[in-house]
């Protein structure tokens, strides 16, 4: 019995509330209690009721509790493992200098990718913006006064968008610390993307059967890094049965009209008939998992 009574006073005890915290859900509260509970029962050796554990529901990696409680505290982007270069630090303080800002939501991967690669140092120099209401300090509203439309994105302030994961020498261009290289402009059409070599399994030749079936289609260009790695994923035979359209008129086949139409704003992006089996975007079921 006085472990019970122990298990409660912690339950019952006063939270301490923290900055930018909210609220635990009471189902994490219940199990918060259950495991002090539980705990305690171990320890007390003169207590001879046989107890059945039952199975808590798994705290989130953002709840942090002690004696007091647990609160759920915003949630922040994956840390930045590696120092920044004087490089990158210095394109960072550029960047910063010019008012240059950079878009992105906490579970985004590319953003992750971008933050990685500018280092610890320069990741926390520069301008950044959460999209995402649940993210810390997440601004939902001057994302979507700015026009984001995909993660990660470079605004500078006289409204120029750049988005996708940016190296090093791209981010001097963008910061004014290095000229972009003259490249001869290539004829309409004449460019084709990377070759699918590789083989498809039965669920790509599978899955691609069921888009195209659904009436999906691709949109994407040649020289987009993140559209080959969807086609390579696929394999050969499966993408062979993909619906595709490329959006930069200097790619093979290009037909930049009909992205245009699709309100295609960012590579790649499926578009996919309502009523085809796929929730729709901003969906529960559609958004991403936190990390």
């Given at each position: 019995m006085?472990?019970?009574?122990?298990?409660s006073?912690?339950?019952?005890?006063?939270?301490?509330?923290?900055?930018?915290?909210?609220?635990?859900?009471?189902?994490?509260?219940?199990?918060?209690?259950?495991?002090?509970?539980?705990?305690?029962?171990?320890?007390?050796?003169?207590?001879?009721?046989?107890?059945t554990?039952?199975?808590?529901?798994?705290?989130?990696?953002?709840?942090?509790?002690?004696?007091?409680?647990?609160?759920?505290?915003a949630?922040?982007?994956?840390?930045?493992?590696?120092?920044?270069?004087?490089?990158?630090?210095?394109?960072?303080?550029?960047?910063?200098?010019?008012?240059?800002?950079?878009?992105?939501?906490?579970?985004?991967?590319?953003?992750?990718?971008?933050?990685?690669?500018?280092?610890?140092?320069?990741?926390?120099?520069?301008?950044?913006?959460?999209?995402?209401?649940?993210?810390?300090?997440?601004n939902?509203?001057?994302?979507?006064?700015?026009?984001i439309?995909?993660?990660?994105?470079?605004?500078?302030?006289d409204?120029?968008?750049?988005?996708?994961?940016?190296?090093?020498?791209?981010?001097?261009?963008?910061?004014?610390?290095?000229?972009?290289?003259?490249?001869?402009?290539p004829?309409?059409?004449?460019?084709?993307p990377?070759?699918?070599?590789?083989?498809?399994?039965?669920?790509?030749?599978?899955?691609?059967?069921?888009?195209?079936?659904?009436?999906?289609?691709?949109?994407?260009?040649?020289?987009?890094?993140?559209?080959?790695?969807?086609?390579?994923?696929?394999?050969?035979?499966?993408?062979?049965?993909?619906?595709?359209?490329?959006?930069?008129?200097?790619?093979?086949?290009?037909?930049?009209g009909?992205?245009?139409?699709?309100?295609?704003?960012?590579?790649?992006?499926?578009?996919?008939?309502?009523?085809?089996?796929?929730?729709?975007?901003?969906s529960?079921?559609?958004?991403?998992?936190?990390?």
């Open positions: 006085r472990v019970l009574l122990f298990a006073a912690v339950a019952l005890a006063p939270q301490q509330h923290q900055p930018s915290a909210v609220a635990l859900a009471p189902q994490h509260q219940r199990a918060l209690q259950r495991r002090a509970f539980l705990s305690g029962a171990a320890a007390a050796t003169t207590l001879t009721t046989t107890l554990a039952r199975a808590a529901p798994p705290i989130p990696p953002n709840v942090k509790c002690n004696s007091f409680g647990c609160v759920a505290t949630l922040e982007p994956p840390p930045v493992t590696q120092s920044s270069t004087a490089r990158a630090r210095r394109v960072a303080e550029r960047l910063k200098a010019l008012g240059v800002e950079f878009y992105g939501a906490y579970w985004c991967r590319f953003c992750d990718e971008q933050r990685q690669l500018l280092g610890r140092e320069a990741a926390q120099l520069v301008n950044y913006v959460e999209c995402d209401a649940e993210g810390l300090n997440g939902p509203a001057l994302c979507a006064a700015a026009k439309r995909a993660y990660p994105t470079w605004a500078t302030p409204g120029k968008l750049y988005t996708g994961v940016r190296s090093l020498e791209q981010l001097e261009v963008i910061a004014g610390l290095r000229k972009e290289a003259a490249k001869p402009a004829k309409p059409g004449s460019v084709a990377p070759p699918v070599d590789g083989a498809s399994s039965r669920e790509a030749v599978a899955v691609a059967s069921k888009l195209k079936a659904a009436g999906a289609v691709f949109y994407g260009t040649y020289w987009c890094p993140y559209c080959d790695k969807q086609r390579q994923l696929f394999g050969k035979a499966a993408w062979s049965a993909v619906p595709s359209v490329e959006c930069d008129p200097r790619g093979k086949g290009g037909d930049p009909r992205c245009q139409k699709a309100d295609v704003a960012a590579y790649p992006t499926w578009v996919i008939p309502r009523g085809a089996g796929v929730p729709p975007a901003g529960a079921a559609s958004r991403p998992s936190p990390r």
